[in-house]
Protein backbone atom coordinates (compact mmCIF):
# COMPACT_ATOMS: atom_id res chain seq x y z
CA UNK A 1 0.00 0.00 0.00
CA UNK A 2 1.20 3.91 -1.07
CA UNK A 3 0.96 5.88 1.98
CA UNK A 4 0.13 8.91 -0.06
CA UNK A 5 -3.31 6.48 -1.20
CA UNK A 6 -4.58 5.51 2.48
CA UNK A 7 -5.05 6.73 5.65
CA UNK A 8 -2.50 7.35 8.75
CA UNK A 9 -2.89 10.44 10.48
CA UNK A 10 0.07 10.50 12.92
CA UNK A 11 0.37 12.78 15.22
CA UNK A 12 3.47 14.78 16.54
CA UNK A 13 1.77 15.97 20.08
CA UNK A 14 0.54 13.68 22.63
CA UNK A 15 -3.00 14.80 23.50
CA UNK A 16 -3.97 15.91 27.01
CA UNK A 17 -5.57 13.71 29.57
CA UNK A 18 -3.36 10.61 27.81
CA UNK A 19 -1.80 8.47 30.87
CA UNK A 20 -0.73 5.29 28.93
CA UNK A 21 1.90 4.69 26.91
CA UNK A 22 -0.32 2.43 24.71
CA UNK A 23 -3.03 5.02 24.25
CA UNK A 24 -0.47 7.55 23.21
CA UNK A 25 1.14 6.19 20.62
CA UNK A 26 -1.91 4.45 19.46
CA UNK A 27 -3.00 7.81 18.56
CA UNK A 28 0.43 9.27 17.56
CA UNK A 29 0.46 6.63 15.28
CA UNK A 30 -2.45 6.74 14.02
CA UNK A 31 -4.09 3.55 14.46
CA UNK A 32 -7.26 4.83 16.55
CA UNK A 33 -9.03 8.18 17.35
CA UNK A 34 -11.33 8.82 20.07
CA UNK A 35 -14.91 9.60 18.91
CA UNK A 36 -16.27 9.99 22.13
CA UNK A 37 -15.81 8.98 26.10
CA UNK A 38 -14.89 5.57 25.96
CA UNK A 39 -15.77 5.25 22.37
CA UNK A 40 -13.06 5.11 19.40
CA UNK A 41 -12.41 4.48 15.48
CA UNK A 42 -9.88 2.01 14.67
CA UNK A 43 -8.28 2.95 11.20
CA UNK A 44 -6.50 0.90 9.02
CA UNK A 45 -3.36 -0.06 11.37
CA UNK A 46 -5.32 -1.33 13.58
CA UNK A 47 -7.63 -2.80 11.86
CA UNK A 48 -4.97 -4.94 10.11
CA UNK A 49 -3.61 -6.32 13.40
CA UNK A 50 -6.37 -6.88 15.23
CA UNK A 51 -7.71 -9.02 12.29
CA UNK A 52 -4.58 -10.95 13.07
CA UNK A 53 -4.97 -11.20 16.06
CA UNK A 54 -8.96 -12.77 15.60
CA UNK A 55 -7.06 -15.25 13.12
CA UNK A 56 -4.72 -16.36 16.25
CA UNK A 57 -7.89 -16.50 18.11
CA UNK A 58 -10.26 -18.50 16.15
CA UNK A 59 -7.84 -20.57 14.90
CA UNK A 60 -6.83 -21.70 18.72
CA UNK A 61 -10.90 -21.86 19.55
CA UNK A 62 -11.45 -24.22 16.26
CA UNK A 63 -8.96 -26.64 17.39
CA UNK A 64 -10.88 -27.26 20.87
CA UNK A 65 -13.98 -27.43 18.70
CA UNK A 66 -15.40 -24.37 18.96
CA UNK A 67 -17.99 -23.21 16.89
CA UNK A 68 -17.79 -19.71 15.76
CA UNK A 69 -21.68 -17.77 15.89
CA UNK A 70 -22.54 -14.34 15.89
CA UNK A 71 -25.28 -13.34 17.89
CA UNK A 72 -27.26 -9.80 17.43
CA UNK A 73 -26.10 -6.74 19.82
CA UNK A 74 -29.57 -5.33 20.05
CA UNK A 75 -31.91 -8.24 22.35
CA UNK A 76 -35.10 -7.82 23.72
CA UNK A 77 -35.79 -7.00 27.17
CA UNK A 78 -38.25 -9.71 27.12
CA UNK A 79 -35.07 -12.12 27.73
CA UNK A 80 -33.20 -10.66 29.86
CA UNK A 81 -36.15 -10.43 32.14
CA UNK A 82 -36.39 -14.30 32.39
CA UNK A 83 -32.98 -14.46 34.20
CA UNK A 84 -33.88 -11.13 36.15
CA UNK A 85 -30.98 -8.85 34.86
CA UNK A 86 -32.88 -6.92 33.00
CA UNK A 87 -33.62 -5.30 36.97
CA UNK A 88 -30.63 -5.85 38.19
CA UNK A 89 -27.70 -5.58 35.69
CA UNK A 90 -27.47 -1.75 36.85
CA UNK A 91 -26.64 1.35 34.94
CA UNK A 92 -23.97 -0.10 33.05
CA UNK A 93 -26.57 -1.33 30.58
CA UNK A 94 -27.70 0.55 27.66
CA UNK A 95 -30.85 0.65 27.44
CA UNK A 96 -33.39 1.90 24.36
CA UNK A 97 -36.54 1.50 23.21
CA UNK A 98 -37.72 1.38 19.64
CA UNK A 99 -40.64 3.49 17.67
CA UNK A 100 -43.00 1.36 19.33
CA UNK A 101 -41.73 1.70 22.95
CA UNK A 102 -40.41 -1.32 23.26
CA UNK A 103 -37.31 -2.13 25.66
CA UNK A 104 -34.35 -3.39 23.87
CA UNK A 105 -30.81 -4.04 25.50
CA UNK A 106 -27.27 -3.66 24.10
CA UNK A 107 -25.90 -6.40 24.81
CA UNK A 108 -22.94 -6.72 27.18
CA UNK A 109 -23.01 -10.43 27.31
CA UNK A 110 -24.65 -13.24 25.67
CA UNK A 111 -26.20 -16.15 28.25
CA UNK A 112 -29.89 -15.25 27.61
CA UNK A 113 -29.71 -14.95 23.92
CA UNK A 114 -27.77 -18.40 23.48
CA UNK A 115 -30.28 -20.30 26.11
CA UNK A 116 -33.13 -19.30 23.61
CA UNK A 117 -31.49 -20.86 21.19
CA UNK A 118 -30.47 -23.78 23.07
CA UNK A 119 -33.13 -24.74 24.60
CA UNK A 120 -35.04 -25.17 21.04
CA UNK A 121 -32.45 -26.63 19.21
CA UNK A 122 -30.58 -28.58 21.99
CA UNK A 123 -32.93 -30.48 23.67
CA UNK A 124 -30.77 -33.97 23.88
CA UNK A 125 -27.70 -34.70 25.74
CA UNK A 126 -26.66 -35.80 22.15
CA UNK A 127 -26.21 -32.38 21.13
CA UNK A 128 -23.94 -32.17 24.30
CA UNK A 129 -21.00 -30.88 25.00
CA UNK A 130 -21.39 -27.14 22.44
CA UNK A 131 -18.99 -24.80 22.22
CA UNK A 132 -20.06 -21.25 20.98
CA UNK A 133 -17.90 -18.55 20.11
CA UNK A 134 -18.00 -15.25 18.35
CA UNK A 135 -16.07 -11.88 17.91
CA UNK A 136 -18.29 -9.63 18.79
CA UNK A 137 -18.64 -5.89 19.62
CA UNK A 138 -19.87 -5.32 23.33
CA UNK A 139 -21.05 -2.33 25.30
CA UNK A 140 -20.88 -1.19 28.53
CA UNK A 141 -21.86 2.09 30.38
CA UNK A 142 -18.81 2.65 32.12
CA UNK A 143 -19.38 5.18 34.32
CA UNK A 144 -15.66 6.64 34.12
CA UNK A 145 -13.82 5.72 30.44
CA UNK A 146 -10.38 5.58 30.94
CA UNK A 147 -7.00 4.59 29.95
CA UNK A 148 -7.70 4.27 26.01
CA UNK A 149 -8.73 1.04 25.11
CA UNK A 150 -8.61 -0.63 28.46
CA UNK A 151 -11.85 0.77 30.21
CA UNK A 152 -14.62 1.88 27.27
CA UNK A 153 -18.18 1.75 26.55
CA UNK A 154 -17.99 -0.27 23.36
CA UNK A 155 -14.78 -3.00 22.98
CA UNK A 156 -14.16 -6.31 20.76
CA UNK A 157 -14.58 -9.50 22.32
CA UNK A 158 -13.80 -13.17 21.78
CA UNK A 159 -16.65 -14.14 23.65
CA UNK A 160 -17.26 -18.16 24.06
CA UNK A 161 -19.92 -19.93 25.89
CA UNK A 162 -19.88 -23.73 26.42
CA UNK A 163 -23.30 -25.84 27.33
CA UNK A 164 -22.60 -29.43 28.77
CA UNK A 165 -25.00 -32.24 30.27
CA UNK A 166 -22.48 -33.11 33.66
CA UNK A 167 -20.17 -31.15 35.42
CA UNK A 168 -17.27 -33.93 34.86
CA UNK A 169 -17.79 -32.21 31.30
CA UNK A 170 -17.47 -28.89 32.00
CA UNK A 171 -14.23 -29.49 34.02
CA UNK A 172 -13.08 -30.72 30.74
CA UNK A 173 -13.83 -28.04 28.32
CA UNK A 174 -12.53 -25.93 31.13
CA UNK A 175 -8.94 -27.23 31.07
CA UNK A 176 -9.44 -26.86 27.11
CA UNK A 177 -10.25 -23.06 27.28
CA UNK A 178 -7.69 -22.63 29.68
CA UNK A 179 -4.67 -24.14 27.44
CA UNK A 180 -6.57 -22.37 24.44
CA UNK A 181 -6.19 -18.65 25.94
CA UNK A 182 -2.25 -19.57 27.06
CA UNK A 183 -1.91 -20.84 23.86
CA UNK A 184 -3.35 -17.46 22.36
CA UNK A 185 -1.53 -15.49 24.80
CA UNK A 186 1.63 -17.52 23.72
CA UNK A 187 1.06 -17.17 20.19
CA UNK A 188 0.30 -13.02 20.77
CA UNK A 189 4.07 -13.02 22.08
CA UNK A 190 2.41 -11.56 24.89
CA UNK A 191 4.36 -11.99 29.17
CA UNK A 192 0.89 -13.03 31.26
CA UNK A 193 0.03 -14.88 34.15
CA UNK A 194 -2.76 -16.75 34.92
CA UNK A 195 -4.71 -15.71 38.22
CA UNK A 196 -7.06 -17.09 40.35
CA UNK A 197 -10.04 -14.36 40.50
CA UNK A 198 -12.63 -15.99 42.32
CA UNK A 199 -12.70 -19.63 44.19
CA UNK A 200 -16.16 -19.93 45.10
CA UNK A 201 -17.09 -19.39 41.50
CA UNK A 202 -13.94 -20.76 40.09
CA UNK A 203 -13.16 -17.95 38.23
CA UNK A 204 -9.54 -17.71 36.42
CA UNK A 205 -8.08 -14.48 34.76
CA UNK A 206 -5.67 -13.78 32.47
CA UNK A 207 -3.05 -10.59 33.15
CA UNK A 208 -0.97 -8.98 30.56
CA UNK A 209 2.05 -7.64 33.12
CA UNK A 210 2.79 -4.25 32.98
CA UNK A 211 4.08 -1.77 35.11
CA UNK A 212 0.90 0.69 34.69
CA UNK A 213 -2.18 -1.97 35.05
CA UNK A 214 -4.40 -1.63 37.20
CA UNK A 215 -4.39 -5.35 38.54
CA UNK A 216 -1.90 -6.40 41.35
CA UNK A 217 -1.16 -10.09 41.02
CA UNK A 218 1.08 -12.11 43.66
CA UNK A 219 3.51 -15.23 42.32
CA UNK A 220 5.94 -17.27 42.60
CA UNK A 221 9.10 -16.72 41.46
CA UNK A 222 9.49 -20.44 40.93
CA UNK A 223 6.45 -21.75 40.31
CA UNK A 224 3.50 -21.59 38.15
CA UNK A 225 1.46 -20.11 41.44
CA UNK A 226 -0.41 -16.73 40.25
CA UNK A 227 -3.30 -14.86 42.15
CA UNK A 228 -4.56 -11.37 42.38
CA UNK A 229 -3.63 -9.73 45.12
CA UNK A 230 -7.24 -10.29 46.86
CA UNK A 231 -7.22 -13.78 46.38
CA UNK A 232 -4.12 -14.66 47.31
CA UNK A 233 -3.73 -17.58 50.36
CA UNK A 234 -0.72 -17.19 52.67
CA UNK A 235 0.28 -20.32 53.93
CA UNK A 236 2.93 -19.37 56.16
CA UNK A 237 4.47 -21.39 59.48
CA UNK A 238 5.17 -19.44 62.30
CA UNK A 239 7.80 -20.62 64.84
CA UNK A 240 6.83 -19.28 68.55
CA UNK A 241 9.92 -17.19 70.10
CA UNK A 242 12.13 -19.21 72.96
CA UNK A 243 10.82 -16.10 75.41
CA UNK A 244 9.84 -16.09 78.77
CA UNK A 245 6.04 -14.93 78.86
CA UNK A 246 6.13 -11.10 81.21
CA UNK A 247 3.24 -9.69 83.16
CA UNK A 248 0.80 -7.35 81.32
CA UNK A 249 1.43 -3.93 81.92
CA UNK A 250 -0.81 -0.49 81.22
CA UNK A 251 1.34 2.21 79.73
CA UNK A 252 0.85 5.89 78.93
CA UNK A 253 1.28 6.70 74.90
CA UNK A 254 -0.21 10.04 74.39
CA UNK A 255 -1.12 10.69 70.96
CA UNK A 256 0.00 8.08 69.32
CA UNK A 257 -2.76 6.08 67.34
CA UNK A 258 -0.66 3.89 64.56
CA UNK A 259 1.58 1.02 64.42
CA UNK A 260 4.08 3.01 63.14
CA UNK A 261 3.72 5.82 66.39
CA UNK A 262 3.45 2.99 68.84
CA UNK A 263 6.36 1.38 67.06
CA UNK A 264 8.30 4.14 67.43
CA UNK A 265 7.71 5.38 70.76
CA UNK A 266 8.00 2.18 72.52
CA UNK A 267 11.29 1.57 70.26
CA UNK A 268 9.12 -1.98 69.35
CA UNK A 269 9.18 -3.48 65.97
CA UNK A 270 5.89 -3.56 64.15
CA UNK A 271 5.19 -7.30 64.16
CA UNK A 272 5.26 -7.62 67.69
CA UNK A 273 2.20 -5.02 68.26
CA UNK A 274 -1.20 -6.61 67.52
CA UNK A 275 -3.20 -4.49 65.48
CA UNK A 276 -7.05 -4.45 66.28
CA UNK A 277 -9.95 -3.72 64.41
CA UNK A 278 -13.30 -3.53 64.95
CA UNK A 279 -15.88 -4.81 62.65
CA UNK A 280 -19.87 -5.28 62.06
CA UNK A 281 -19.72 -8.53 60.17
CA UNK A 282 -23.77 -9.14 59.35
CA UNK A 283 -24.59 -7.01 61.91
CA UNK A 284 -22.67 -8.15 64.66
CA UNK A 285 -19.20 -6.31 66.61
CA UNK A 286 -16.77 -8.55 65.88
CA UNK A 287 -12.77 -7.91 66.81
CA UNK A 288 -10.64 -8.65 63.97
CA UNK A 289 -6.51 -8.75 64.70
CA UNK A 290 -2.84 -9.04 62.70
CA UNK A 291 0.25 -8.04 63.38
CA UNK A 292 1.40 -5.11 63.34
CA UNK A 293 3.30 -5.23 59.99
CA UNK A 294 0.11 -7.27 58.28
CA UNK A 295 -3.03 -5.79 56.84
CA UNK A 296 -6.18 -7.24 56.79
CA UNK A 297 -7.86 -8.29 53.20
CA UNK A 298 -11.57 -7.33 53.94
CA UNK A 299 -12.65 -10.22 51.10
CA UNK A 300 -10.64 -12.85 52.57
CA UNK A 301 -12.00 -11.65 55.97
CA UNK A 302 -15.57 -12.33 54.20
CA UNK A 303 -15.20 -15.88 52.85
CA UNK A 304 -13.81 -17.04 55.77
CA UNK A 305 -16.82 -15.67 57.30
CA UNK A 306 -18.77 -16.87 55.05
CA UNK A 307 -20.35 -13.43 55.63
CA UNK A 308 -22.78 -11.44 53.02
CA UNK A 309 -21.37 -7.66 55.12
CA UNK A 310 -18.48 -7.20 55.93
CA UNK A 311 -17.62 -3.32 57.50
CA UNK A 312 -14.64 -1.91 59.29
CA UNK A 313 -16.83 0.28 62.92
CA UNK A 314 -17.33 3.40 62.17
CA UNK A 315 -15.48 6.26 64.85
CA UNK A 316 -18.90 6.53 66.27
CA UNK A 317 -19.80 2.49 66.74
CA UNK A 318 -16.18 1.98 68.25
CA UNK A 319 -16.62 5.09 71.25
CA UNK A 320 -20.04 3.28 71.54
CA UNK A 321 -18.33 0.09 72.05
CA UNK A 322 -15.60 0.68 73.68
CA UNK A 323 -15.42 4.07 75.04
CA UNK A 324 -12.30 4.78 72.89
CA UNK A 325 -11.16 5.99 69.38
CA UNK A 326 -10.13 3.68 66.90
CA UNK A 327 -6.35 3.91 67.46
CA UNK A 328 -6.40 2.71 71.20
CA UNK A 329 -8.88 -0.52 70.31
CA UNK A 330 -7.60 -3.83 71.75
CA UNK A 331 -9.06 -7.33 72.34
CA UNK A 332 -8.14 -7.79 76.15
CA UNK A 333 -11.43 -7.30 78.37
CA UNK A 334 -13.99 -6.73 75.28
CA UNK A 335 -17.79 -6.84 76.31
CA UNK A 336 -19.39 -10.00 76.35
CA UNK A 337 -20.37 -11.65 72.97
CA UNK A 338 -17.52 -9.33 71.00
CA UNK A 339 -15.63 -12.83 68.98
CA UNK A 340 -12.33 -12.57 68.17
CA UNK A 341 -10.65 -13.90 65.05
CA UNK A 342 -7.01 -13.44 64.32
CA UNK A 343 -4.89 -13.79 61.34
CA UNK A 344 -2.53 -16.98 61.98
CA UNK A 345 0.65 -14.74 62.42
CA UNK A 346 -0.57 -13.81 65.49
CA UNK A 347 0.33 -17.25 66.79
CA UNK A 348 3.47 -16.24 66.80
CA UNK A 349 3.10 -13.22 68.93
CA UNK A 350 4.47 -13.19 72.05
CA UNK A 351 4.84 -10.29 75.09
CA UNK A 352 3.21 -8.25 72.08
CA UNK A 353 1.90 -4.87 72.48
CA UNK A 354 -2.05 -3.71 71.88
CA UNK A 355 -4.34 -0.71 72.49
CA UNK A 356 -5.96 -0.86 76.08
CA UNK A 357 -9.55 0.44 74.90
CA UNK A 358 -8.62 3.82 76.86
CA UNK A 359 -7.25 6.51 75.17
CA UNK A 360 -4.10 7.82 75.29
CA UNK A 361 -2.50 3.98 76.85
CA UNK A 362 -1.31 0.85 75.45
CA UNK A 363 -0.59 -2.64 76.96
CA UNK A 364 2.49 -3.85 76.93
CA UNK A 365 3.64 -7.80 77.30
CA UNK A 366 0.05 -9.01 76.00
CA UNK A 367 -0.26 -12.74 74.95
CA UNK A 368 -3.14 -14.78 73.06
CA UNK A 369 -4.98 -17.43 75.13
CA UNK A 370 -3.01 -16.15 78.05
CA UNK A 371 -5.16 -12.35 77.91
CA UNK A 372 -7.74 -12.67 75.73
CA UNK A 373 -9.19 -15.47 74.14
CA UNK A 374 -9.45 -15.85 70.61
CA UNK A 375 -12.62 -17.70 68.68
CA UNK A 376 -10.73 -19.04 65.25
CA UNK A 377 -7.35 -18.43 64.04
CA UNK A 378 -8.36 -17.56 60.08
CA UNK A 379 -6.27 -16.55 56.67
CA UNK A 380 -7.62 -12.92 56.10
CA UNK A 381 -4.64 -11.08 55.99
CA UNK A 382 -2.93 -9.72 52.28
CA UNK A 383 -0.07 -11.86 51.19
CA UNK A 384 3.30 -9.86 51.05
CA UNK A 385 6.42 -10.28 49.06
CA UNK A 386 8.94 -12.79 50.58
CA UNK A 387 5.91 -14.98 52.11
CA UNK A 388 6.59 -18.47 50.95
CA UNK A 389 4.38 -19.33 47.75
CA UNK A 390 1.29 -20.97 49.43
CA UNK A 391 1.78 -24.14 46.56
CA UNK A 392 5.67 -24.35 48.92
CA UNK A 393 7.65 -23.39 45.96
CA UNK A 394 9.71 -20.40 45.87
CA UNK A 395 8.62 -16.99 47.55
CA UNK A 396 5.72 -14.26 46.21
CA UNK A 397 6.84 -11.62 44.22
CA UNK A 398 3.97 -8.53 43.46
CA UNK A 399 3.29 -7.44 39.73
CA UNK A 400 0.76 -4.91 37.88
CA UNK A 401 -1.41 -6.11 35.09
CA UNK A 402 -3.84 -5.63 32.37
CA UNK A 403 -6.76 -7.63 33.34
CA UNK A 404 -7.43 -9.35 29.41
CA UNK A 405 -9.47 -12.43 29.36
CA UNK A 406 -11.62 -14.30 32.22
CA UNK A 407 -12.88 -18.16 32.11
CA UNK A 408 -15.26 -19.34 34.71
CA UNK A 409 -17.83 -22.05 35.56
CA UNK A 410 -21.80 -20.56 35.65
CA UNK A 411 -22.44 -23.70 36.19
CA UNK A 412 -26.62 -23.65 36.50
CA UNK A 413 -28.05 -20.13 37.25
CA UNK A 414 -28.80 -19.08 34.14
CA UNK A 415 -30.62 -22.38 32.68
CA UNK A 416 -32.38 -22.73 35.88
CA UNK A 417 -33.34 -19.08 35.22
CA UNK A 418 -34.96 -19.89 31.97
CA UNK A 419 -35.59 -23.14 32.02
CA UNK A 420 -32.77 -24.47 29.15
CA UNK A 421 -33.50 -27.60 29.52
CA UNK A 422 -32.61 -31.02 27.80
CA UNK A 423 -33.30 -34.62 28.27
CA UNK A 424 -30.13 -36.54 29.74
CA UNK A 425 -29.40 -40.11 28.58
CA UNK A 426 -32.30 -41.43 31.69
CA UNK A 427 -34.69 -39.60 30.20
CA UNK A 428 -34.75 -37.06 32.87
CA UNK A 429 -35.22 -33.46 32.70
CA UNK A 430 -32.02 -31.34 33.08
CA UNK A 431 -31.00 -27.68 33.12
CA UNK A 432 -27.49 -26.69 31.04
CA UNK A 433 -24.61 -27.03 33.04
CA UNK A 434 -22.20 -23.57 30.79
CA UNK A 435 -19.36 -21.88 31.20
CA UNK A 436 -18.17 -18.48 29.95
CA UNK A 437 -15.00 -17.27 28.26
CA UNK A 438 -13.80 -13.87 27.67
CA UNK A 439 -10.95 -12.56 25.90
CA UNK A 440 -10.72 -8.63 24.91
CA UNK A 441 -9.31 -8.34 21.61
CA UNK A 442 -9.38 -4.67 21.88
CA UNK A 443 -7.76 -5.02 25.58
CA UNK A 444 -5.43 -7.31 23.52
CA UNK A 445 -4.34 -4.78 21.16
CA UNK A 446 -3.68 -1.81 23.76
CA UNK A 447 -1.82 -4.40 25.94
CA UNK A 448 0.51 -5.18 22.71
CA UNK A 449 1.32 -2.08 22.44
CA UNK A 450 1.59 -1.52 25.91
CA UNK A 451 4.43 -4.06 26.11
CA UNK A 452 5.85 -3.13 22.63
CA UNK A 453 7.57 0.25 22.54
CA UNK A 454 10.29 2.57 22.96
CA UNK A 455 11.28 6.01 23.20
CA UNK A 456 10.25 7.01 19.52
CA UNK A 457 7.31 4.56 19.21
CA UNK A 458 5.16 0.89 18.89
CA UNK A 459 7.43 -1.96 17.89
CA UNK A 460 4.69 -4.45 16.69
CA UNK A 461 6.48 -7.80 16.72
CA UNK A 462 6.58 -9.12 12.65
CA UNK A 463 3.49 -11.99 13.40
CA UNK A 464 1.68 -9.07 14.51
CA UNK A 465 2.21 -5.81 12.52
CA UNK A 466 -0.04 -4.26 10.42
CA UNK A 467 2.58 -4.23 7.58
CA UNK A 468 5.87 -6.27 7.29
CA UNK A 469 8.21 -3.78 5.36
CA UNK A 470 8.29 0.02 5.54
CA UNK A 471 10.10 1.05 2.28
CA UNK A 472 10.96 4.51 2.85
CA UNK A 473 11.67 6.90 -0.71
CA UNK A 474 13.92 9.44 0.71
CA UNK A 475 13.76 12.22 -2.52
CA UNK A 476 11.18 11.74 -4.96
CA UNK A 477 12.66 14.17 -7.04
CA UNK A 478 15.56 11.73 -7.58
CA UNK A 479 14.84 9.31 -10.32
CA UNK A 480 17.34 6.98 -9.58
CA UNK A 481 15.43 6.25 -6.06
CA UNK A 482 12.03 6.78 -7.66
CA UNK A 483 12.97 3.53 -9.62
CA UNK A 484 14.57 1.52 -7.26
CA UNK A 485 11.71 2.21 -4.44
CA UNK A 486 9.92 1.45 -7.30
CA UNK A 487 11.20 -2.05 -7.86
CA UNK A 488 11.59 -3.06 -4.52
CA UNK A 489 7.80 -2.16 -4.05
CA UNK A 490 6.63 -4.73 -6.76
CA UNK A 491 9.32 -7.26 -6.28
CA UNK A 492 8.54 -7.64 -2.54
CA UNK A 493 4.75 -7.52 -2.75
CA UNK A 494 5.21 -10.42 -5.33
CA UNK A 495 6.63 -12.04 -3.19
CA UNK A 496 3.94 -11.60 -0.83
CA UNK A 497 4.90 -9.42 1.96
CA UNK A 498 3.13 -6.92 3.13
CA UNK A 499 4.46 -3.52 2.46
CA UNK A 500 4.01 0.14 3.19
CA UNK A 501 5.33 2.30 0.82
CA UNK A 502 5.92 5.87 2.08
CA UNK A 503 6.36 7.57 -1.35
CA UNK A 504 4.80 11.23 0.20
CA UNK A 505 6.08 14.34 -1.05
CA UNK A 506 7.67 14.81 2.93
CA UNK A 507 11.03 15.47 4.29
CA UNK A 508 12.98 12.43 4.96
CA UNK A 509 12.95 13.43 8.96
CA UNK A 510 9.10 13.53 8.79
CA UNK A 511 9.69 9.90 7.09
CA UNK A 512 11.60 8.49 9.83
CA UNK A 513 9.97 9.67 12.88
CA UNK A 514 6.53 8.35 11.37
CA UNK A 515 8.33 5.05 10.75
CA UNK A 516 9.30 4.70 14.25
CA UNK A 517 6.08 6.12 15.26
CA UNK A 518 4.51 2.98 13.53
CA UNK A 519 6.78 0.74 14.58
CA UNK A 520 6.66 -1.64 11.73
CA UNK A 521 9.35 -4.82 11.82
CA UNK A 522 11.74 -3.58 8.89
CA UNK A 523 12.66 -0.47 7.39
CA UNK A 524 14.22 -0.27 3.57
CA UNK A 525 15.20 3.57 2.63
CA UNK A 526 16.31 3.97 -0.95
CA UNK A 527 18.54 7.07 -0.08
CA UNK A 528 21.83 8.34 -1.81
CA UNK A 529 23.23 4.87 -2.43
CA UNK A 530 20.29 4.25 -4.71
CA UNK A 531 22.61 4.63 -7.91
CA UNK A 532 25.08 1.59 -6.24
CA UNK A 533 22.01 -0.61 -5.84
CA UNK A 534 22.20 -0.38 -1.85
CA UNK A 535 19.71 0.40 0.32
CA UNK A 536 19.56 1.03 4.03
CA UNK A 537 17.69 -1.98 6.32
CA UNK A 538 16.67 -1.09 9.87
CA UNK A 539 14.84 -3.73 12.27
CA UNK A 540 12.52 -1.95 14.45
CA UNK A 541 12.78 -4.29 17.58
CA UNK A 542 16.58 -3.56 18.15
CA UNK A 543 17.36 -0.32 16.27
CA UNK A 544 20.21 -2.19 14.15
CA UNK A 545 20.29 -0.73 10.63
CA UNK A 546 23.26 -2.33 7.93
CA UNK A 547 23.41 -1.40 4.06
CA UNK A 548 22.26 -4.49 1.37
CA UNK A 549 22.63 -4.68 -2.17
CA UNK A 550 18.96 -5.37 -3.38
CA UNK A 551 19.71 -8.40 -5.19
CA UNK A 552 20.18 -10.13 -1.78
CA UNK A 553 17.38 -7.96 -0.08
CA UNK A 554 14.91 -11.16 -1.03
CA UNK A 555 17.00 -13.69 0.89
CA UNK A 556 17.91 -11.79 3.90
CA UNK A 557 14.56 -11.08 4.87
CA UNK A 558 13.14 -14.30 4.60
CA UNK A 559 15.85 -15.27 6.82
CA UNK A 560 14.80 -12.49 9.11
CA UNK A 561 11.01 -13.26 8.76
CA UNK A 562 11.23 -17.21 9.01
CA UNK A 563 13.18 -17.01 12.41
CA UNK A 564 11.56 -17.38 15.95
Known sequence: MKQSKTFIPTMRQTPADVELRSHELLLRAGCIRQTDCGVFTYLTLAQRVLRKIEDIVRQEMEAIEGIEISMPTLQSSAVWKETGRWGSYGKELFRLQDRHKKDFALSPSDEELLITLLRDEASSYKRLPLTLFQMKTKFYDEDQPRNGLLHNREYMMNDAYSFHATDESLDEKYEEIMQAFTNILT??????????????????????????????????????????????????????????????????????????????????????????????????????????????????????????????????????????????????????????????????????????????????????????????????????????????????????????????????????????????????????????????????????????????????????????????LVNLKDEVQQQLADELYAVLESYRYDVLYDDRAERAGVKFVDSDLIGLPVRITVGKRAEEGIVEVTFRHNGESMDWQKEEVLEKLQSFFSAE
Open 187 to 472: RLGMKFRMVMADRKTETHEFIALSTVGEEKIAYSDSSSYAATIDLAEVKMTYDMPDEKLQQTTKIATPNKRTVEEVASFLSVEPENIIKSLLYTIDGESVMIICRGNHHINNKKLQRALNADQVDLATEQQVEELLGCSVGSVGPVKLPIGVKVYADHAIIAVVNGVTGANEDDFHLVNVNPERDFAIDDYLDIRFVQEGDTSPDGIGTIQFTRGIGIGKISKQGTQYSERMKGLFLNDRGRTKPFIMGRYQLGITRLLASIAEQNNDENGLKWPKHLAPYDIHLV
